[in-house]
């Protein structure tokens, strides 16, 4: 796994985690626009987009980290792509 995927994996499981595109985009401080370029690939993600968004997975109960597990296995796109 290269690491601009890895990047894009645990943005999407933070994704998973926040609930939709507008929370994450909060959480992270960046504009969702921005958000669904990296989801998708567009652009490279940031290194420090990518630890504002392991913190996020980190810091996460375990209720969230269930929850986003099952949203995962169920559809791994990002949730604007459904």
Partial sequence: MSSREAYRNTLTYALAIAGDEVKLA???????PQLMNWL???????????????????GSPPE???????????????????
């Fill in 26 to 32: 909060a959480l992270l401080k960046i504009r969702v």
């Fill in 40 to 58: 998708h690939g567009v652009d490279d993600i940031p290194d420090r987009v990518f630890l504002a968004a392991v913190d996020v997975v980190v």
């Fill in 64 to 82: 969230a980290i269930a929850r986003s597990r099952e949203l995962l296995v169920k559809s791994p796109k990002p949730m604007s792509s459904r």
